[in-house]
């Protein structure tokens, strides 16, 4: 295929704004290279339709493959023997006896003695050693033989109590502990160590001091989040295959090439020796982004055994070692003119990863909102607990839960509606919209004075608003092939985490063929395939269609030379639609897909096509990565009742109204703003990690005591997706994961205020915490 | 639920009147009834329904997820009830049916349940669907005319961290009028 000079460039008129509200045209010169713009959904045939899932029939009959579910010949079993200490020095290691089990093929040991940096635990749940074995069964036999001799060491497992001078330090120095603070976006690097807390990270524009002092009221909250834990399904999970020629792992993995990276690095090994590999993977919400650190003890055992190892954690391990949302604590104070309008804000924050860092609170008070004066200090404070990691929407979901009702209490202190205080002080046309649909949605002019309610039930209303980045992963690419057959194949490392990836690629390609998604023959999560885009930062869909779109439009170029040739017409004069291919002004005159596939001179035609950068540039980028100009918005409404005898909140309905550029498949996106809005009412209401600070162990590590929202619990939730156009990209489509997360918790406390006019500034809102702020039972000590 | 204990109560039954002798540890041979078909294997008595299931049969539509009972990821049929297979020996179920996710389709028609997931999108991960499959299409087998919070407690043991609940119960209602023709 000819390429055209990387100058080359014409002028395309795409749609832009919202569909139904104000549809207009903008203009973008876009290279010769690239297809043409792509109409407004209501002008396609598969883009925009709620076609069902291509693995759909796959998942129902049991038949996809995850990664536990993987079987090699000759497979071993990996387990990994876990510190029992919060915080403790290896003093010995004796691996011996377990060595001479039987069953047993190899023993890691993961530290030693002679190393004090690396042979110090600092939660409970550090892997010490792991083994591989014959069966699962041998395997946890020969754990019982490893023989571990302890030193315990001062520890703290609370962050308040860490953050005082004369508490047990996690890491005996600057040196030892993690650096950076990957709270903001690049991290902050050389961060202070002070005793546990590693900051503060500062932002900073104008003068906060001359803001206050403009200001007619002044808010200051403190608002506290608890740490939530993943709870994927399906377990993390590696199947580590070393041989003489290279490494396969299949892995449950959010980034099959990140993690190919990951292994060859660590291994030593070039990119073309290792491959990644995941057929279905149980979820991930931010926790499967890595190799991880079973992947590479894994691996390493595969190495010594010279066998395929299969390890998956148990949800014990899952729930103390494979990640969580941080829990903070953030004090804001904003200042504002009588009419609303922001003066200055500064936010103070602590959070904590435990032994990791991550755990701010995002950049919802510094960017949501118009203010000419902000100032933020971020810290992450050390604690003897499980490293914290991204998790759905990381920092601004907490940040949310403080700022968007910081808004909420302003708006009283005004007594401006809190729907006409956002109307003046946030900019963003799109989330306008998104407030005018949902307070038409909920009813909110039925939202009384709060806690005026007669009786023991109380009903409330509340919103809050959502802000995330816009996120493209430049390093993506997809293959596009026609067989001579008229078969068609869409190939990508891009991995589906379940949010139905290789559906919306089949609806992208097929599109362009003017074939049927169900005809496209979908194989991703392989490194053997181009490079895909992570399943994280709510980027996949926005980094790996256009590139779909454009692979599949060069393949239709080659394709439409050979019909001409059949038609006699020129190929720039012919159309592909509805498994034909056609003459524009004449479509009596046309062939079938699958007879101009038969023309083509060989038995396969493919493109490769790797994510351009948006038409109009991207607002920042960072080596793979770049934002694009528009941010994600999002508003939710919730409306719940609060029985204040008993003090269960019961959330009664949900409208969630979202935005994320071009919808491609609208009931997917439904489908994952129910996600996002259960996990967040759940946080909301339910989850706790419980840390025992007598011993440092999480008392609840399971399915039971952890409490997440079942369907009992689940409201009506009305789900309401614009069709935002902005003419960025080959699809213009992009995420929608993490913002409709984002915003769930804060409109639900805002909705309990509503109903009985007391603040939860603290999740979750247990029975218990609905009871004490209500004076009806002392307050417990958190 | 109620068939879910009723099964218990006639298993504990069961063991009570056999007078078999302590089996174990070492693998003793059992032949399973497994969506239709006799399936002879040997099992170490501590081995659960759910790891024979997935292990030696190789069915591993199965799902573990929490392996105690917590989430029913591991739902199967025990004769017509829905049972965490994480919960109960494989020496323990004897000459009782076991229906799996892969037995549930007559060939290659789907059960109205498995149609009405695809079709209403009531799956994301995939990964607690066979369960949640199982154990809907068992209310509908039972109950012709569910409403929707008949399916919320049938599936109130469920754990879906997708938050697939909502589609589930409009999928599951759906299979139901799809039953009743």
Redesign the interface.
């Known amino acids: 295929m000819t390429m055209a000079k990387e100058d080359a460039l014409r002028t395309e008129v795409f749609p832009y704004g919202i569909a139904g509200v104000g549809l207009g045209k903008v203009e973008r010169q876009v290279s010769v290279d690239e297809p043409p713009a792509l109409p407004p959904n209501a002008d396609l045939n598969v883009i925009g339709k709620?076609v069902?899932?291509q693995?759909?029939?796959a998942?129902?009959?049991?038949?996809?493959?995850?990664t536990?579910?993987i079987s090699l010949p000759g497979m071993l079993y990996g387990r990994i023997l876990r510190s029992p200490m919060p915080h403790a020095q290896l003093r010995s290691l004796d691996i011996s006896a377990a060595a001479r089990h039987p069953g047993v093929r190899a023993v890691l040991p993961i530290d030693s003695p002679d190393d004090p940096q690396s042979a110090t635990f600092r939660y409970i749940g550090a892997p010490v050693a792991a083994v591989a074995a014959i069966s699962m069964?041998a395997a946890e036999e020969a754990l019982r033989l490893i023989q571990v001799d302890y030193h315990s060491l001062p520890f703290v497992v609370e962050m308040d109590r860490a953050r005082a001078q004369a508490a047990p330090h996690v890491y005996e120095s600057a040196e030892a502990a993690p650096g950076g603070h990957p709270s903001g976006w690049p991290a902050a690097a050389n961060l202070p160590l002070n005793g546990n807390v590693r900051g503060p990270a500062i932002s900073r524009r104008g003068n906060v001091t001359r803001g206050f002092a403009e200001a007619d009221v002044i808010l200051e909250a403190e608002y506290r989040t608890q740490v939530q834990t993943?709870?994927?399904?399906?377990?993390h999970g590696i199947v580590a295959d070393w041989r003489a020629d290279g490494l396969t792992v299949h892995i449950s993995t959010q980034y099959t090439t990140g993690v190919r990276h990951e292994l060859a690095e660590e291994f030593g090994l070039p990119l073309n020796r290792v491959r990644v590999i995941v057929d279905?993977?149980?979820?991930g919400?931010g926790s499967k982004s890595t190799l991880g650190n079973y992947g590479r003890f894994a691996v390493e055992l595969s190495r010594r055994a010279q066998a395929p190892v299969r390890l998956v954690l148990?949800?014990e391990e899952e729930q103390m070692d494979a990640g969580n949302r941080p829990g903070t604590w953030q004090r804001l104070r904003i200042g504002a003119k009588r009419d609303g309008a922001l003066t200055a804000i500064s936010l103070l924050s602590y959070g904590t990863a435990g032994v990791a860092l991550g755990a701010g609170v995002g950049f919802n008070a510094e960017a949501l909102y118009a203010c000419p004066n902000f100032e933020g200090a971020q810290h992450d404070v050390f604690i003897n607990a499980g490293p914290g990691c991204a998790m759905r929407a990381p920092g601004n979901t907490p940040g949310a839960f403080g700022l968007e009702q910081a808004m909420d209490e302003l708006a009283e202190r005004l007594a401006i509606d809190p729907l006409v205080l956002r109307e003046r002080i946030d900019p963003s046309p799109v989330r306008r919209e998104e407030r005018r649909i949902g307070a038409e949605r909920i009813g909110w002019q039925r939202r009384r004075a709060p806690g005026v309610d007669p009786g023991p039930v109380k009903r409330g209303l509340g919103v809050a608003q959502s802000l995330w980045m816009a996120n493209v992963q430049i390093n993506s690419a997809c293959e596009v092939r026609v067989m001579r057959d008229g078969t068609v194949e869409v190939l990508s490392s891009v991995q589906d985490?379940?949010?139905?990836t290789g559906t919306v690629l089949a609806q992208t390609v097929a599109e362009v063929f003017g074939l049927r998604p169900e005809d496209m023959t979908i194989r991703i999560g392989d490194t053997e395939f181009p490079p895909g885009p992570p399943s994280y930062g709510s980027r996949a869909t926005a980094s790996i269609t256009p590139p779909a779109r454009t692979a599949a439009w060069r393949v239709l170029q080659s394709l439409l030379r050979e019909a001409g040739l059949a038609l006699n017409a020129a190929a720039e004069d012919l159309v592909a639609r509805k498994g034909r291919i056609l003459v524009r002004d004449d479509p009596s005159r046309g062939i079938s897909f699958r007879e101009a596939a038969a023309r083509l001179r060989t038995d396969r035609i493919s493109a490769v096509a790797s994510r351009s950068d948006d038409y109009p540039g991207f607002r920042r980028r960072m080596g793979d990565a770049a934002l694009a100009h528009q941010d994600l918005g999002g508003v939710q409404f919730a409306e719940v009742a609060v029985d204040t005898e008993t003090g269960i909140v019961r959330v009664e309905r949900v409208v969630a109204v979202q935005d994320c550029g071009r919808p491609i498949n609208p009931?997917?996106i439904?489908?994952?703003v129910?996600?996002?809005?259960?996990?967040g009412l759940s946080y909301a209401l339910f989850e706790e990690r419980i840390l025992d600070q007598h011993t440092g162990r999480m008392v609840n590590p399971?399915?039971?005591h952890y409490k997440?929202a079942?369907?009992?619990e689940?409201p009506a939730?009305d789900v309401v997706i614009l069709e935002n156009y902005q003419g960025n990209s080959a699809t213009d489509a992009y995420g929608i994961a993490e913002p409709a997360n984002i915003p769930t918790a804060p409109a639900i406390a805002n909705a309990v205020y509503n109903a009985i006019g007391v603040r939860l500034r603290s999740l979750p809102m247990t029975p218990a915490a609905i009871l004490a702020a209500l004076g009806k039972i002392p307050e417990r000590r958190s | 639920m109620i068939n879910t204990t009723t099964a218990l109560l006639a298993q504990a039954e069961t063991l009570e009147n056999s007078t078999a002798s302590t089996v174990g540890p070492e693998a003793v041979a059992i032949t399973l009834q497994i969506n239709g078909a006799a399936r002879p294997l040997r099992v170490e008595p501590r081995m659960t329904l759910a790891d024979a299931l997935r292990g030696p049969l190789g069915l591993t539509g199965t799902k573990i997820a929490c392996n105690r009972g917590a989430c029913s990821a591991c739902t199967v049929w025990l004769d017509d009830s829905p049972i965490c297979s994480c919960m109960m020996l494989a020496i323990d179920v004897g000459a009782r049916r076991v229906t799996t996710i892969e037995g549930l389709a007559q060939g290659d028609t789907l059960h109205p349940v498995q149609q009405a997931f695809i079709e209403h999108d009531a799956l994301q991960c995939g990964f607690c669907t066979p369960g949640m499959v199982m154990s809907c299409a068992a209310l509908v087998e039972h109950m012709p005319e569910p409403n929707a919070d008949d399916v919320r407690a049938s599936i109130a043991g469920h754990v879906c961290r997708c938050g697939t609940y909502p589609h589930v119960v409009t999928a599951t209602l759906a299979a139901a009028k799809v039953g009743r023709g």
């Open positions: 709620s069902p899932r693995d759909g029939r998942k129902v009959t049991g038949a996809i493959r995850f536990a579910d069964a993943h709870c994927c399904l399906e377990p279905a993977m149980g979820g919400f148990d949800r985490i379940g949010t139905g009931r997917q439904e489908s994952q129910h996600g996002g809005i259960l996990m399971d399915l039971e997440l079942g369907p009992c689940t939730i």
